[in-house]
């Protein structure tokens, strides 16, 4: 696997391309990723560790397949919802509304991250719960200091929806490996800016 893989709205997989090297990911229901973002992600949970920031992962690869089930039943939801509020409109105009809400949150199949296998979602276990918003505990700041050191980078920062076409969110990192990760956190940019700026491709 190519650790520097772009994968965003602009650049697809294929529905059905699987990484050839997953290994499940202990203490989760079944989860999988690529062997060496996971075992990378271990070094990383063991030091977070030593200052009590207990990481989880909460999502890692996701299959096209299963990315076309989570896309297929918001649409069904944002439709049933249109349908709700709007019950005289045409069902045609309403699929095409209710298919722009759901590209606006969901990624289509071929477009997510965590197909490559090299994306976490991660959670942290904090008083008793798991708690997804890693936002409002404070490990967020360990994370944004060394996940670098581990290989991970923060794939979609704070105000740079409009490069990434996604908003903020604190709980996703994405391996491409120590020395790149190094680098594109001391730029302060985003994945896709790295790969116009310094990778110098797309
Ligand atoms: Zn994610």
Redesign the pocket.
Known sequence: MDYLILVNKDNNLCINYVPNDLVSCEGTKKETLCKEAYKKFLLLKKDALKNDYDFYIN?GFRSGQIQQKVFNHYFIKNFNELKGNFPFDDDERLKREAYIMTTKRVALPGQ???QTGL???IECYYKGNYDEDIADLGEIDWMRDNAHKYGFVL?YPEGKAIITGYNY?P??YRYIGEEYAYDLTKRNITFEEYHKLVLKKH
Do not use: L, V
Request: cysteine-free; charged content about 35%.
């Open positions: 999502s997510s991250e965590h994306a976490i979602d794939r969110e709980w996703h």
